[in-house]
């Protein structure tokens, strides 16, 4: 990677009004930030929705931006806080239309799957294309959210613990168990559909 | 360590900031317990299947914020503009270069013929050009000058007539500004142009139909000025 190329450079340069080195440095995360969104949401809608705020709020903060941290690091904590904020006010949404719901428990929860799962009843939502993704996305979607973003963050974007700890403001045993919990889960349905 | 610590024994196994001594008891623990030992294989087993996940594009978006938008139009407008503009340019281009080929002037001799004005026809090409109006440039006193001088403005107001439909044909082409409306537009020049040469031929026949020579001269004209592109 050429000098002009740094994400440092770039940033700078879009700081300065370059529509072309913004672009430059979202075509390099995007595929990231969309394969993030679209495990977490389910669909490509709502992952295109998440990935452009996503976006959004890392060009609104690009001047806070300060490069004691990866850039990548930095993208993805807003990348988390965007996912946290969406899956709330889902929700809120959902809330106000199904009254009685309680949300507590991490597997008791009604709410956790409306992100998922509600926008697969319209036709006119796109769906995951790849076959085999579509099938890690129905394992995905059985667990809650909560469980689900830590899946994603450990397995996927590599995490540990202390950082997960760090992010989502939880003890890190807290993590911990989360995470053991989800991969319970998603044993016993792998074995339900004789994938494992 | 009891087994009651699988779930974190396991959770500490997966993690890739596990001190390497810390690591080491771990797998001291597990080569001793069965049942930590098989929670790890399905931990792994069950990440393992997560990760077949295959890298999916990303659908066309709009990267650019609209903040950032107008920067960025300021500077590929003018490139916006011409690529939107270069067919119509190209069109008043030659236009200008069909009409002026066949310029009337008056000077205090007569009227001076003049086929090819210099100025257009030049980008076009410049030498032959050139030849053709040092072999063809006509500059005789003619004696119906007051009927000529009424062909001129008749021209003139043929041009102007032509010219408004011109800007018309361009307007009305603007919002598609294709190859097939380039075609259009220069279909409509063509079908003008002949209109005129045919216009210029006759009334020039007419006029000089005592001189031969002239006539040879405006017809061999004509007829270069028709086959130019
Ligand atoms: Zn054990």
């Given at each position: 990677m050429s000098l002009a190329d740094q994400d440092e450079v770039l940033i700078g340069a879009a700081l300065e009004g370059s529509a072309r080195a913004w672009e430059r440095l979202v075509k390099r995360y995007e595929g990231r930030v969309y394969n993030f969104s679209l495990r977490l949401t389910g669909n490509q809608t709502d992952a295109l929705d998440l990935m452009q705020e996503v976006f959004l709020g890392v060009y609104r903060n690009l001047h806070r931006f300060?490069?004691?941290?990866l850039f990548t690091t930095w993208l993805f904590r807003i990348a988390h806080n965007k996912a946290v904020d969406m899956n709330r006010c889902r929700r809120l949404f959902m809330q106000q239309d199904q009254p009685g719901g309680n949300a507590d428990g991490d597997d008791a929860d009604?709410?956790?799957?409306v992100v998922s799962n509600?926008?697969?009843?319209?036709?006119?939502v796109v769906l995951i294309e790849e076959q085999g993704n579509s099938v890690i996305s129905r394992h995905l979607e059985s667990l809650s959210w909560d469980q689900r973003l830590i899946v994603e963050l450990k397995v996927f974007q590599s995490h540990t613990f202390e950082e997960i700890a760090e992010l989502q403001d939880i003890p890190a045993n807290t993590a911990k168990t989360r995470f053991y919990t989800a991969l319970r889960k998603l044993k016993s349905i792998l074995e339900q559909d004789h994938v494992m | 360590m009891s087994c009651k610590e699988t779930e974190s024994l396991v959770a500490d196994y997966l993690?890739?900031?596990?001190p390497a001594s810390q690591r080491r008891i771990l797998e001291q623990h597990m080569q001793q317990c069965e049942h930590c030992r098989s929670e790890l294989a399905a931990a792994q087993k069950v990440s393992a299947h997560l990760l077949q996940w295959r890298q999916q594009q990303v659908p066309q978006?709009?990267?650019?914020p609209e903040t950032l938008r107008h920067a960025r139009h300021t500077r590929s407008w003018s490139w916006f503009a011409w690529w939107q503009w270069a067919p119509v340019a190209v069109s008043l281009v030659l236009v200008l270069a069909i009409f002026t080929n066949v310029q009337l002037t008056q000077t205090q001799d007569g009227f001076v013929i003049a086929f090819g004005a210099n100025r257009t026809v030049d980008a076009m090409d410049g030498s032959v050009i050139a030849e053709q109006l040092a072999r063809f440039e006509v500059q005789q006193r003619l004696r119906q000058d007051q009927e000529f001088q009424a062909l001129a403005a008749r021209m003139e107001e043929r041009q102007d007539a032509s010219n408004i439909r011109l800007m018309e044909t361009v307007i009305s082409q603007m919002s598609d500004s294709t190859a097939r409306s380039l075609d259009q537009v220069l279909a409509y020049f063509e079908a003008i142009r002949e209109q005129d040469m045919q216009i210029l031929q006759s009334t020039y026949q007419q006029l000089v139909d005592s001189d031969y020579e002239t006539i040879r001269s405006v017809q061999q004209l004509a007829s270069y000025v028709q086959y130019q592109p």
């Open positions: 300060r490069g004691d941290s009604p709410y956790d799957r509600d926008p697969r009843q319209d036709p006119a | 993690d890739s900031s596990l978006w709009n990267r650019i």
